[in-house]
């Protein structure tokens, strides 16, 4: 059974850092691209960035570019996103997610996709 499991949300001041872990176990083919959603209140879904686990390439948003830095541990299936220089516009709940191709998270396609982990709250203080 397809599951994923993320943890390393917190609170911190803006300016400071976070990194979240993704791990993924159970799933048929590793060719996925795996990455993470955030959705603040009141607002949709977004895809913030992902990473394909064939290739290595990866996606950011360009509201996290620069700043955010997703990598991945193909031994360990899991995936880490390295959260730098937090501003408090990042508070969200941050889910990690699995999707065949990158355009599911560049074009924020969260309605197809079907795994989710169980999220994990970032909320950053100013």
């Known amino acids: 059974e397809e599951q994923l499991a993320e943890s390393g949300g917190g609170l911190v001041q803006a300016g400071g850092s976070l990194r979240l872990s993704c791990a993924a176990s159970?799933?048929?083919?590793?060719?996925?691209?795996i990455g993470w959603f955030r959705q603040a209140p009141g607002k949709e879904r977004e895809g913030i960035s992902c990473?394909?686990?064939?290739?290595?390439?990866?996606y950011y948003a360009d509201s996290v570019k620069g700043r955010f830095t997703i990598s991945s541990d193909n031994a360990k299936n899991t995936v880490y996103l390295q959260m730098n220089s937090l501003k408090p516009e990042d508070t969200a709940i941050y889910y990690c997610?699995?999707?065949?191709?990158?355009?599911?998270?560049?074009?924020?396609?969260?309605?197809?996709?079907?795994?989710w982990g169980q999220g994990t709250q970032v909320t950053v203080s100013s």
């Open positions: 159970g799933f048929t083919f590793d060719d996925y691209v």
């Open positions: 990473i394909s686990k064939s290739d290595g390439v990866a």
């Open positions: 997610a699995t999707a065949p191709t990158l355009t599911y998270f560049s074009g924020s396609f969260y309605q197809l996709i079907d795994y």
